[in-house]
């Protein structure tokens, strides 16, 4: 591992607190922005928290550390959670969330690679994550720069586009075994549920069809994550991609399974049912800050 911050294991517990502090980080910066998506980055939270503080080569000290691995993010519009991942492991100081998309701030409303130290792509129209993670990972390969990876988030809606597909060919065609796709299952985009806009279904035999070796998991539970990871760094005769089952908005009560908050920052919603602006952040804080009322909070 050398000096890589995932030398500093955390048990699953711990995890599952990194994954809510970053949850409640979230809430803050779109809520300071005014603009951004909910559901997904909330879904992607346990995800991110376990690549970066338990999968993933890297370091925070050192972002381009020729050792590291790479994520890429695919489904730009998700990059909110991303940004407080990467705060909370030391990129930058968590203050600067509250720049979240306002003018000259390094954190965009898509990444943009050459503005933060850590972003391994600038996204931009959905589908190209996965060509990028392609490219990268050909590359590695004929560098001969074995022991790395390059994890590549996608969203299912996203699966819409042709050119996920494409890269899923060139992939299985040249072996790139260094390339792993993670799909976040939430079943939703921005104008209802995926297999009402465009069916998906059956995702598992599609990805098998093209030539990858599939993992099908709840993306909401850090150990099953962590599990797929290390047996998707063991196939070695195809690419692999972990369909991750996640609950979009998770542990927000009033945003959870809501396709509305696909592209709804929380404070600014006409849900129906769902609270005024300031409250809508106040109490998804609560929820969070008290595990759903696991927690106790004697003052209130």
Request: glycine share 8%; charged share 25%; hydrophobic share 40%.
């Amino acid at each position: 591992m050398g000096k890589s911050f995932t030398a500093k294991k955390l048990s699953i517990e711990k995890l599952e607190l990194v994954a809510n502090d970053i949850r409640q980080d979230l809430i803050k910066s779109l809520e300071e922005a005014g603009s951004g998506h909910s559901a997904g980055p909330l879904g992607l939270a346990d995800i991110f928290a376990a690549l970066y503080f338990d999968i993933m080569k890297h370091d925070p000290e050192d972002p381009d550390w020729d050792e590291r691995d790479m994520l890429l993010l695919s489904n730009g519009h998700c990059v909110p959670v991303q940004y407080a991942t990467m705060a909370n492991a030391g990129y930058f100081p968590k203050k600067e969330l509250m720049t979240l998309r306002k003018f000259k701030s390094r954190l965009q409303g898509h990444p943009e690679r050459e503005k933060l130290p850590g972003l391994e792509n600038t996204s931009g129209p959905l589908g190209c994550g996965l060509s990028q993670a392609c490219g990268i990972g050909l590359a590695m390969q004929m560098n001969q720069d074995s022991h790395r990876w390059v994890y590549t988030i996608m969203g299912d809606g996203e699966l819409n586009e042709g050119n996920i597909w494409e890269a899923a060919m060139f992939a299985a065609k040249y072996k790139i075994n260094n390339v792993i796709g993670i799909v976040d299952r939430n079943n939703i985009q921005i104008d209802g549920t995926t297999e009402h806009v465009m069916p998906l279904e059956d995702l598992r035999s599609k990805w098998e069809s093209f030539g990858w070796h599939v993992i099908e998991i709840d993306g909401n539970d850090i150990e099953a994550v962590i599990d797929a990871c290390a047996m998707a760094r063991a196939i070695v005769e195809k690419p692999v991609v972990i369909i991750a089952h996640t609950i979009p908005g998770k542990d927000v009560d009033y945003m959870e399974y809501d396709y509305h908050w696909h592209g709804i920052p929380v404070g600014l919603s006409d849900v129906a049912g769902a609270p005024p602006k300031n409250e809508q952040a106040k109490e998804a804080l609560k929820e969070l800050r008290t595990l759903r009322g696991k927690i106790k909070n004697e003052h209130e």
